[in-house]
Protein backbone atom coordinates (compact mmCIF):
# COMPACT_ATOMS: atom_id res chain seq x y z
CA UNK A 1 0.00 0.00 0.00
CA UNK A 2 1.46 3.38 -0.84
CA UNK A 3 1.83 5.93 2.15
CA UNK A 4 2.76 9.56 1.70
CA UNK A 5 3.37 11.04 4.37
CA UNK A 6 3.88 14.92 4.61
CA UNK A 7 5.69 17.50 6.92
CA UNK A 8 7.14 20.63 7.38
CA UNK A 9 3.97 22.63 7.96
CA UNK A 10 3.70 25.60 10.79
CA UNK A 11 2.92 29.20 11.61
CA UNK A 12 5.19 31.48 9.56
CA UNK A 13 4.95 35.36 9.38
CA UNK A 14 4.51 36.96 6.08
CA UNK A 15 7.76 36.76 3.87
CA UNK A 16 8.80 33.92 5.82
CA UNK A 17 10.14 30.47 4.67
CA UNK A 18 8.96 27.16 5.09
CA UNK A 19 9.90 23.41 3.68
CA UNK A 20 7.86 21.06 3.24
CA UNK A 21 8.92 17.27 3.09
CA UNK A 22 6.96 14.29 1.57
CA UNK A 23 8.17 10.67 2.47
CA UNK A 24 7.34 7.70 0.00
CA UNK A 25 8.75 4.74 1.97
CA UNK A 26 8.15 1.33 0.09
CA UNK A 27 7.40 1.97 -3.30
CA UNK A 28 9.08 2.98 -6.74
CA UNK A 29 9.71 6.40 -6.23
CA UNK A 30 11.18 6.75 -9.29
CA UNK A 31 8.09 5.79 -11.48
CA UNK A 32 6.15 8.08 -10.44
CA UNK A 33 5.72 11.83 -11.00
CA UNK A 34 5.00 13.73 -7.92
CA UNK A 35 3.05 16.92 -7.16
CA UNK A 36 2.04 19.47 -4.18
CA UNK A 37 -1.14 20.94 -3.90
CA UNK A 38 -3.08 22.92 -1.57
CA UNK A 39 -6.90 23.67 -0.09
CA UNK A 40 -8.24 25.84 1.88
CA UNK A 41 -11.64 24.77 4.05
CA UNK A 42 -14.71 25.93 1.79
CA UNK A 43 -12.38 25.80 -1.30
CA UNK A 44 -11.34 23.49 -4.17
CA UNK A 45 -7.76 21.79 -3.85
CA UNK A 46 -5.22 23.43 -6.61
CA UNK A 47 -2.71 22.05 -7.51
CA UNK A 48 0.63 24.61 -6.87
CA UNK A 49 3.60 22.25 -8.29
CA UNK A 50 4.28 18.86 -10.71
CA UNK A 51 7.57 17.34 -11.12
CA UNK A 52 8.71 14.64 -13.61
CA UNK A 53 10.11 11.64 -12.30
CA UNK A 54 13.54 12.50 -12.91
CA UNK A 55 12.85 16.07 -11.58
CA UNK A 56 13.74 17.28 -14.90
CA UNK A 57 10.58 19.05 -15.62
CA UNK A 58 8.45 21.08 -13.16
CA UNK A 59 5.09 23.16 -13.63
CA UNK A 60 3.84 25.96 -10.99
CA UNK A 61 0.50 27.52 -10.68
CA UNK A 62 1.24 31.12 -11.28
CA UNK A 63 0.46 32.10 -7.81
CA UNK A 64 2.96 30.75 -6.76
CA UNK A 65 5.63 30.92 -9.74
CA UNK A 66 9.63 32.54 -8.77
CA UNK A 67 8.43 31.73 -5.05
CA UNK A 68 7.89 28.32 -4.65
CA UNK A 69 10.45 25.52 -5.63
CA UNK A 70 9.04 21.71 -5.72
CA UNK A 71 12.30 19.05 -5.81
CA UNK A 72 12.70 15.74 -5.39
CA UNK A 73 15.96 13.27 -3.85
CA UNK A 74 15.03 9.70 -5.38
CA UNK A 75 17.53 7.56 -3.32
CA UNK A 76 15.46 8.97 -0.16
CA UNK A 77 12.35 8.69 -1.62
CA UNK A 78 11.05 12.02 -0.61
CA UNK A 79 9.30 15.31 -2.61
CA UNK A 80 10.22 18.96 -1.09
CA UNK A 81 8.68 22.21 -1.60
CA UNK A 82 10.51 25.31 -0.88
CA UNK A 83 8.26 28.03 -0.10
CA UNK A 84 9.59 31.47 -0.15
CA UNK A 85 8.31 35.04 0.32
CA UNK A 86 5.09 33.98 1.71
CA UNK A 87 2.01 35.42 1.90
CA UNK A 88 -1.40 35.07 4.18
CA UNK A 89 -3.16 33.83 0.95
CA UNK A 90 -0.57 30.57 0.88
CA UNK A 91 -2.26 29.75 4.29
CA UNK A 92 -3.89 26.18 3.40
CA UNK A 93 -3.50 22.31 3.88
CA UNK A 94 -0.95 21.07 1.86
CA UNK A 95 -1.10 18.05 0.46
CA UNK A 96 1.52 15.48 -1.76
CA UNK A 97 0.70 13.63 -4.63
CA UNK A 98 1.92 10.79 -6.64
CA UNK A 99 0.73 9.84 -10.42
CA UNK A 100 2.14 6.93 -11.91
CA UNK A 101 3.56 7.37 -15.45
CA UNK A 102 5.57 5.41 -17.87
CA UNK A 103 6.47 8.85 -19.47
CA UNK A 104 9.93 10.00 -18.01
CA UNK A 105 9.24 13.49 -18.66
CA UNK A 106 5.50 13.87 -17.20
CA UNK A 107 4.83 16.09 -15.50
CA UNK A 108 1.31 16.68 -13.16
CA UNK A 109 -0.25 19.76 -14.25
CA UNK A 110 -4.48 18.83 -13.08
CA UNK A 111 -5.93 17.23 -10.24
CA UNK A 112 -7.68 14.26 -11.46
CA UNK A 113 -4.24 12.15 -12.78
CA UNK A 114 -2.88 12.07 -8.91
CA UNK A 115 -3.04 8.21 -7.77
CA UNK A 116 -2.56 8.48 -4.13
CA UNK A 117 -2.30 11.44 -1.61
CA UNK A 118 -0.83 12.03 1.44
CA UNK A 119 -3.16 13.44 4.44
CA UNK A 120 -1.48 16.85 4.52
CA UNK A 121 0.25 19.58 6.47
CA UNK A 122 -1.52 22.67 7.40
CA UNK A 123 0.23 26.08 6.68
CA UNK A 124 -0.43 29.31 8.63
CA UNK A 125 1.37 32.34 7.24
CA UNK A 126 0.33 34.76 9.81
CA UNK A 127 1.75 38.49 11.90
Known amino acids: QVQLVESGGGLVQPGGSLRLSCQAP????????MSWSRQVPGKERELVAG????????VYADSVKGRFTISRDNAKNTVFLQMNALKPEDTAVYFC????????????????????WGKGTLVTVSS
Open 97 to 116: GATYSSLSAYVPRELGGVDY
Open 26 to 33: GFTFSSYA
Open 51 to 58: ISRSGGST
